[in-house]
């Protein structure tokens, strides 16, 4: 099975940065598996499309999304940062509750956690070296850079 992602690195620090507008750039890079440099460069590149601007607060910066902004390929230039921010801003519920019928009157909830693949995915982005020593970044640097999508 391949491995890739819908959104580019460029979206994956747009969310990032609009989940949480006062991340530092390191925790930004450790969440979407890129380096801190790489992350560097893509704020400047959404700074100068216009989709964020950064602001110094005491010794942190704070990141400021520009939702009125639209988005940059022709397909999707009709959509907003605000369209996309209300659909991929709200964080992943730890648990969902699902209905199995037992019977005709009676009903079960069950109790389903979230699949492993992004706990293990995130453990992966710590840049600790597995049993061969190889870093486990090293797949997830190689992502694909360019628009949102």
């Not at 890079?29 to 964020?52: C, F, H, P, S, Y």
């Not at 969902?96 to 019977?103: D, L, M, R």
């Not at 992004?118 to 190689?142: E, L, N, P, W, Y």
């Amino acid at each position: 099975m391949s491995n890739w992602t819908l959104f580019s690195n460029h979206g994956h620090v747009l969310v990032c940065l609009a989940r949480d507008p006062e991340a530092r750039l390191r925790d930004v890079a450790i969440n979407v598996g890129i380096t801190e440099r790489a992350v560097q460069k893509i704020v400047r590149d959404l700074q100068d499309g216009g989709m964020v601007s950064v602001t110094k607060v005491g010794r942190r910066n704070c990141y400021r999304i520009h939702k009125k902004a639209s988005l940059r390929h022709d397909l999707e230039a009709q959509c907003t940062v605000r369209d996309l921010a209300s659909i991929v801003k709200k964080k992943p519920e730890p648990t969902q509750e699902t209905v199995k019928p037992i019977s005709a009157n009676v009903l079960e909830t069950r109790s389903i956690r979230p699949k492993a693949g992004k706990a293990a995915s995130a453990k992966a982005r710590t840049g600790k070296s597995d049993k061969t020593g190889k870093s486990r970044t090293s797949d997830s640097i190689k992502r694909q850079q360019g628009s949102l999508f």
